[in-house]
C-alpha cells in the first residue's frame, strides 16, 4: 500500500514502515474493497428488482382476480391474464438475474472491466447464454475485444522496489522514482538503460 506510505511520510509520521503494516492487517476488517462491494451492490440490486417485478405481478393477478369476482371477465381469460401475467414477471427475473450475474462477471478479476455498460455495448448479446453459473459466449468474445479495445479494461500492474546500489546513482541522475514505476515502465527503463542493475 504505497499510497498509505506516502500518506504517513507526508504527515511525518515515524515508524512509517510498522504503523501501515498494523493499518494493512486492520483495514481488511473495516473496510471492503470496491470491487467486493460492487459485486455486493449488484446482488442487492437484482434482489431488489426481482421483489419489484413480484409485487407488481401480484397486485396486476390481484387486479384481474378482482375483475373476475366482478364478472368483468370470465374464468378462462382470468387464467390466461394471470398465465401471461407469470410469465412476464418470471422473464423479468431471468433477465435480472442474467443481467446481474453477467455485470459481476465482467467486474471479476479475471475480466476486469473498466465500465459494465461501455463492455456490454460491445458484446453481441444474443451470443451469450447463462448455463447456470457459466456464461457460454462470452469468454470468446472478452479474448476479443481485449485485443481490439483493451482501454476497456484495468490493467493491474505490479510496482517494482529496487536495492541494488550501483543502480542508485545513475537513478538518481535520472530523477527516477523506482518504487513508483509500474512493471512495464521498469522493463522500459532498464530497456533503455541495460546498465542500470536493481
Not at 24 to 48: D, G, Q, T, V
Not at 68 to 76: A, F, L, N
Not at 140 to 147: A, D, F, P
Request: glycine residues 4%; aromatic residues 6%; charged residues 40%.
Amino acid at each position: 500500500m504505497e499510497w498509505l506510505k506516502e500518506l504517513l511520510k507526508n504527515a511525518k509520521i515515524e515508524n512509517v514502515e510498522e504503523l501501515e503494516e498494523k493499518i494493512s492487517k486492520e483495514l481488511p476488517k473495516h473496510f471492503k474493497p470496491a470491487k467486493e462491494f460492487n459485486e455486493i451492490s449488484e446482488k442487492l440490486k437484482n434482489a431488489n428488482e426481482e421483489i419489484e417485478t413480484l409485487k407488481t405481478s401480484n397486485a396486476n393477478i390481484q387486479t384481474e382476480y378482482d375483475n373476475y369476482k366482478k364478472g368483468s371477465i370470465t374464468q378462462e381469460e382470468y387464467e390466461t391474464k394471470v398465465k401471461e401475467i407469470q410469465e412476464e414477471a418470471d422473464n423479468k427475473v431471468k433477465q435480472s438475474n442474467f443481467d446481474s450475474k453477467l455485470a459481476v462477471k465482467l467486474m471479476s478479476k479475471e475480466i476486469n472491466a473498466k465500465d459494465v455498460i461501455d463492455i456490454k455495448a460491445n458484446l453481441d448479446m444474443s451470443k451469450i447464454n447463462l448455463d447456470g453459473e457459466n456464461f457460454i459466449g462470452l469468454e470468446e468474445q472478452i479474448k476479443n475485444l481485449k485485443e481490439k479495445k483493451d482501454y476497456l479494461f484495468n490493467k493491474e500492474e505490479t510496482v517494482i522496489t529496487g536495492s541494488g546500489e550501483g543502480s542508485r546513482q545513475k537513478v538518481e541522475e535520472d530523477n527516477i522514482e523506482l518504487d513508483k514505476m509500474t512493471y512495464s515502465q521498469m522493463c522500459d527503463y532498464l530497456e533503455k538503460n541495460p546498465e542500470t542493475k536493481i
